[in-house]
């Protein structure tokens, strides 16, 4: 069964790359969300990326607001962005936090965020490098570090963390919900029941080569930043009870606070790994996180 799995995902992404990333998705129709492109000088291609704006963005016509970009799990994300956006809508609208637009970029199926080693998916070049500046051009933000949040689930977990930590410049606070592979070894026991997506991720994305896995993940990366993230960026590492990550999330908070890396660690009970029930479950912990970490451009916000 595992080699019939392996070769049927192997084949999933065979097909899938001779026919191209899809740099440009489908537009989803949600409430206040805009589906949009950019020029990608990385890629010399067009992009797409979705966009939710609080309605206050409209009536306010000079008000700038904070970004928050939010990174999607393995397989894409297009079914999230409606309630995940819908979620957000419902807080800013109820005051439990501050009028925040929010970016959904395309992260294909399995980028994990990172420049892929062959080059051939400069996902974090394009999400640091090209879409920040493009977002700070096109709509109304506040464009510093102080006004940015990067959040996301599962593989966005692994995305947020891992470019929170490498770019303090560009993000002021960082996000890590359910995050995953968070260990060293991505073909371990411990992590996921999938080995033939893992071991085709490990392939495509890292090139095969394990060390540079490891010189992606945010373990390393929390070790190599310690100093320049240390009491700059506001960090968040959550997981569900329930969840298969929990086990290494818990081990990724305990390598963050042996750092000396200043962060909330919230565990979720009877939570498996679900994007919409982790979120309800932190309650007012998780209003209390972005209400912190915008503080500093609150006299913009408010």
């Not at 809508?89 to 399995?110: C, H, Q, S, W, Y």
């Not at 086990?247 to 660690?265: C, G, P, Q, V, Y």
């Not at 932190?282 to 916000?301: C, D, H, K």
Request: charged share 20%; hydrophobic share 45%; glycine share 10%.
């Amino acid at each position: 069964m595992k080699l019939i799995l392996l070769l049927f995902f192997a084949l999933f992404v065979s097909i899938a790359g001779a026919q191209g990333p899809s740099w440009v998705t489908p537009a989803v129709q949600a409430p206040h969300v805009a589906h949009h492109t950019f020029e990608s000088s990385a890629l010399q291609s067009k992009v797409s990326f979705h966009a939710y704006t609080p309605e206050v963005y409209e009536l306010e016509k000079e008000r700038r607001f904070p970004v928050l970009y939010w990174l999607h799990g393995t397989g894409g994300g297009l079914a999230g962005i409606a309630p995940v956006s819908a979620w957000f809508d419902a807080a800013i609208r109820e005051g439990k936090m501050p009028p925040v637009v929010v970016v959904f970029p395309n992260g294909l199926a399995t980028s994990m965020w990172c420049d892929s080693k062959d080059g051939a998916v400069p996902m974090e070049t394009l999400v640091v490098k090209e879409l920040v500046p493009h977002i700070d051009a096109t709509f109304r933000t506040f464009a510093k570090r102080e006004g940015r949040i990067v959040e996301g689930f599962s593989m966005g977990g692994y995305g947020a963390a891992r470019l929170g930590l490498k770019f303090p410049e560009v993000f002021g606070a960082a996000s890590c919900l359910a995050g995953g592979p968070l260990d060293l070894d991505f073909q371990g026991p411990r992590t996921r029941a999938n080995p033939a997506e893992r071991e085709c991720i490990l392939r495509t994305t890292f090139g095969g080569d394990l060390d540079y896995f490891r010189a992606q993940s945010p373990l390393t990366l929390a070790e190599k930043q310690a100093a320049a993230v240390r009491g700059k960026v506001f960090m968040r590492v959550a997981a569900g009870s329930r969840d298969f990550t929990a086990a290494l999330n818990r081990e990724f908070s305990s390598h963050l606070k042996r750092l000396n890396i200043d962060h909330t660690f919230i565990g979720v009970p009877g939570v498996g790994h679900e994007t919409l029930p982790l979120l309800r479950g932190m309650g007012n912990e998780q209003w209390q996180f972005y209400r912190a970490a915008l503080a500093a451009v609150s006299p913009t916000i408010r």
